[in-house]
């Protein structure tokens, strides 16, 4: 019989010898490779906004209105909400490796249904199920990655997954340029299909070479193999000692608490549900996906009436993104969560007045030149976004989570995030149909409460372990005294064991 967790023995290898320093080549060659399931998010984040808005497609599929083409677009965010909200079972029964294995196969089913398609029924069908297998890699990566980097590098490392999904983004919107020139009416379905081959690749390599979490595999008792990944991940003496810190912290949340669905929604770890949870919330609500899925219908709105055009300035969004996704990677670490989440909202906020006038403009001005100029307010939005909380909302929803809480609440973040996708992509066409430019100010007041919410209700938790999360917050001392254990008050002085090890 298969077993779907991973079961076989991590031991040492023959041929490490001695003692063996920390392996940061190891730590990004893992990032980088399960960063494959953020290049599908990203993939299909950016493929569908020039498909729904070419002539041959519409005249193929017939939407009846633009509440129809928001569906075919916004179901696929209720398929990624249920995968999100899977991971909290999955990750923890099977493991975080060998979920993104499972996702990747219903993601290659969705896939191939959705290129294969000739309505809009089974298109969107093949978008739902897509859905859910992008929903569990977009949770279970960030996931998982957070749980093999060291604190101080945290940011960077999902920094490097966000620049891998930016990546995606990028290829979608040049491929579906290239394509479009085609001149048979199915060119939509070759950048539809392609996603399938780094989902295969995804999926065997999550299977067979990818070892899992050391957080997940103490849950499963199983500390020898914990030990052992460590050592490979950040050497033999920071491995000895992070285990400590691992499984006292998972011992005693096992001694405190069962960690249940019911436990996220009271206190104490309500508090870090809802932060995690509304962080994610707002990186959507404030707008990205409604510039990234329906950009070619900005660019027009906005003056820019030649569909080619349109899509060329489209596939610049894709150019945008990836550039200044590599900042986060050499900086993000150097600040403070919530400092990069303010700056980007000052500039998020800028930008959507700035498409705002320039729409205004348009209506009034069809066919001037200066109409031109919105092409560059997108372009800002994703710069400052791409600082801040592109990188910002994940790292935080996945760091401050205590261990046994961490897949539930990543899946509750991750599925708050879809949720908000989901309205922002099914109610960005009618409203815009509706009140035009008045779109884009709705999204700069968001973008202000966003700011009020950053600086009042976040804590900061640069640079802390994942195991001090639990302290920092008040749970562990909370579900301490409500099981009359006695707390250490040494575990007030908190020293960085990355720190501890190198004598800083």
């Not at 063996?20 to 290049?39: K, M, Q």
């Not at 976040?458 to 008040?474: H, I």
């Amino acid at each position: 019989m298969i077993s779907i967790k991973q079961t076989r023995p991590i031991r040492r290898r023959a041929t490490d010898t001695g003692k063996r320093p920390a392996n940061l080549r190891y730590v990004y060659l893992l990032t980088a490779f399960v960063s494959i399931g953020a290049l599908l998010f990203g993939y299909d984040q950016g493929v569908m906004g020039v498909i729904v808005a070419d002539a041959r497609w519409i005249s193929l599929m017939k939407p009846a209105n633009s509440w129809v083409t928001g569906a075919v677009v916004s179901l696929y965010d209720i398929g990624c909400l249920i995968g999100a909200m899977s991971i909290g079972f999955l990750a923890d029964h099977c493991g975080r490796e060998r979920t993104l294995s499972i996702a990747c196969v219903v993601f290659v089913v969705g896939a191939v249904l959705q290129s294969a398609s000739y309505n809009v029924t089974s298109i969107t069908i093949g978008r739902v199920i897509l859905g859910y297998g992008v929903g569990a890699c977009a949770g279970g990566v960030p996931l998982y990655v957070s749980e093999i980097a060291p604190a101080k590098l945290r940011g960077r490392i999902i920094g490097i997954e966000q620049m891998i999904l930016c990546f995606g983004e990028l290829v979608a919107f040049w491929l579906n340029y290239g394509f479009n020139y085609l001149e048979t009416a199915d060119w939509w379905r070759i950048p539809l299909a392609i996603q399938v081959v780094p989902a295969v690749v995804l999926a065997i390599g999550c299977w067979f070479w990818v070892p899992p979490s050391p957080r997940w595999l103490v849950q499963q008792d199983r500390h020898q193999c914990a030990r052992e990944v460590l050592a490979r991940l950040h050497g033999d003496e920071l491995a000895d000692l992070q285990m400590a810190e691992i499984a006292e912290e998972v011992a005693f949340e096992r001694a405190v608490t069962t960690a249940t669905w019911g436990d996220m929604f009271k206190p104490p770890v309500l508090r870090v549900t809802l932060l995690a949870m509304g962080v994610q919330f707002f990186q959507q609500i404030t707008g990205t996906n409604s510039i990234l899925y329906y950009t070619p219908s900005l660019f027009e709105r906005g003056g820019i009436t030649d569909p080619k055009t349109a899509n060329l300035a489209t596939g610049g969004v894709g150019i945008v993104l990836f550039v200044f996704a590599w900042i986060p990677i050499f900086l993000f670490d150097r600040l403070g969560r919530k400092t990069w989440l303010q700056i980007g909202l000052v500039g998020m906020c800028l930008a959507m007045v700035g498409i705002t006038v320039l729409q205004w403009h348009a209506e009034s001005n069809p066919g001037n030149r200066a109409n031109y100029a919105i092409v560059a307010f997108p372009y800002l939005f994703y710069v400052f976004f791409n600082i801040s909380w592109g990188v910002g909302s994940w790292t935080y929803a996945t760091e401050i989570f205590p261990v046994m809480y961490r897949a539930k609440g990543n899946a509750l973040s991750t599925a708050s995030l879809w949720l908000s996708c989901y309205v922002v992509a099914q109610a960005s066409p009618p409203i815009a149909a509706a009140i035009g430019w008045g779109l884009y100010i709705i999204y700069s007041c968001i973008c202000v409460l966003a700011f009020v919410f950053v600086r009042y209700a976040m804590v900061e938790t640069r640079g802390k372990t994942l195991e001090e999360m639990s302290a920092l917050f008040g749970i562990e001392g909370t579900l301490a005294r409500r099981s009359g254990m006695e707390i250490d008050s040494t575990k007030d002085d908190i020293i960085h064991i990355e720190e501890a090890s190198r004598g800083e």
